[in-house]
């Protein structure tokens, strides 16, 4: 039986790397890539030299400009990332029957079954680096190994640059001493309780008998000290479509009340999720974008441990954006929302969930059977019902 390789590859900064292509001024500059200037606007990716001025994606441009006078601030580019990504995929297709691509500099690919066409897994992964940064002068951190899991926590812990190979048998052995918190999909409710048994080391995880592991974490515990030893059986998604799920709401007048506003990111938070769920996905990032009357655009974002799922926390997270994001006094004329790095439900990164966690989930699986059932909108939540029962808004898909 042929055995299963996953090569993870991680282009650390990624944005940022692609903006010092498009303008070479850029190289050797501390800069940020940021939707505006001032308030409350977030940094979504950082230049190595801003990172030594301990700057970090997610931190507020404001404090980022207090650590750099004159810090140089690169609006986004999706057209250039998208052109980036299609160099990437031109790349990986020669090399991966299938793969999965964030859009953001983090790639699976499965290799299995390639080594009489491309030789041992390090070898091909290396061709791989070798011809993306040929193609797009951009370099990868990469890893090797039998599955998704135990390839991004090597990657990771090299990062930002090398190759790295961990062969079949050696899982264990390798994650025995790297830090808890490489692991993915770590919650901060799962990292609190960690800290406190005192662990720093996944192999103190992973040397948990069922008892202990369930007793210490509930009853994700045996899966968290499953992962601790290397244990993944997630696929990389054939099709390699970087999916995305979008929903606009149109206001038929301008609005300013936060009562109407917060009902339609609800409304699309319902629909969009829906939607999503239907298709058994959840969502790694959450966008949000507000066109003010006057035709200025807001945008902001959210990424997340794990998958969004349910619409209650989808609604939390936009509601964080849009107070983030959305701050000037100006009447709103449309909002748009979109679920990106989306991943199948088959396996769920955050290993620790409440207990109402469950309940929500069954509460939700029975309003999503009634919409299924009756069309949507046949069932919603009063905050959507007060602020579109006038007719303040209708949505596009």
């Known amino acids: 039986m042929t055995e299963r390789t996953v090569t993870h590859l991680n282009i650390v900064g990624f944005r940022a ?3 010092a292509l498009e303008d070479s001024a850029l190289s050797g500059r501390p800069y940020v890539i940021a939707a505006a200037s001032g308030g409350r606007v977030i940094a979504w990716d950082v230049s190595p030299e801003a990172i030594k001025q301990n700057i970090r994606p997610g931190m507020a441009l404001s404090a980022a400009e207090r650590l750099v006078r004159g810090l140089t601030v690169v609006p986004p580019n999706p057209a250039a ?3 980036a990504n299609n160099v990437l995929e031109t790349v990986i297709r020669r090399y991966a029957p299938a793969w999965q691509n964030d859009g953001n500099g983090n790639l699976y690919l499965d290799i299995t079954g390639t080594r009489k066409l491309f030789g041992p897994p390090a070898d091909c992964t290396c061709h791989i680096q070798n011809e993306i940064n040929d193609n797009l002068g951009i370099k990868a951190a990469a890893a090797t190994a039998t599955n998704k899991l135990v390839s991004k926590v090597a990657s990771r ?3 930002p640059l090398g190759l790295i190979e961990v062969r079949p048998g050696d899982e264990a052995a390798f994650l025995a001493h790297q830090d808890i918190t490489l692991l993915p999909g770590l919650g901060p409710s799962l990292l609190k309780t960690i800290r406190v048994t005192g662990f720093r080391e996944a192999g103190e995880l992973a040397a948990l008998s069922d008892g202990e592991a369930a007793a210490l974490f509930g009853g994700k515990g045996v899966l968290l000290r499953n992962a601790a030893r290397g244990i993944d059986d997630s696929p990389v998604s054939a099709g390699n479509e970087r999916r995305v799920i979008e929903r606009r709401a149109d206001f038929s007048e301008d609005v300013i009340d936060e009562a109407v506003i917060r009902g339609a990111l609800a409304y699309l938070a319902e629909h969009g999720g829906l939607e999503m769920r239907n298709e058994k996905l959840g969502a790694g990032t959450i966008r949000l974008a507000a066109v003010y009357n006057d035709g200025v655009e807001a945008q ?5 441990k794990r998958p969004l799922v349910l619409d209650s926390e989808i609604m939390t997270a936009l509601y ?3 107070k983030k994001a959305v701050n000037r006094r100006i009447r709103i004329r449309s909002m748009e929302i979109r679920f990106e790095d989306l991943a199948h439900l088959g396996y769920q990164p955050d290993l620790f969930e409440p207990e109402t966690q469950t ?6 699986e029975a309003v999503d059977k009634i ?5 949507e909108g046949k069932v919603m939540r009063g905050i959507v019902l007060a602020a579109a029962s006038p007719g303040n808004f209708y949505q596009k898909q």
């Not at 902001?300 to 997340?304: D, V």
């Not at 309940?359 to 939700?364: D, E, F, G, S």
């Not at 919409?371 to 069309?375: A, F, L, P, V």
């Open 371 to 375: 919409q299924n059932r009756y069309g």
């Open 359 to 364: 309940k929500n989930l069954k509460v939700q």
């Open 157 to 159: 812990a090299i990062r």
């Open 81 to 83: 990332y998208q052109k």
């Open 320 to 322: 964080r954006i849009y």
């Open 17 to 19: 790397a692609v903006a």
């Open 300 to 304: 902001g974002f959210e990424k997340t």
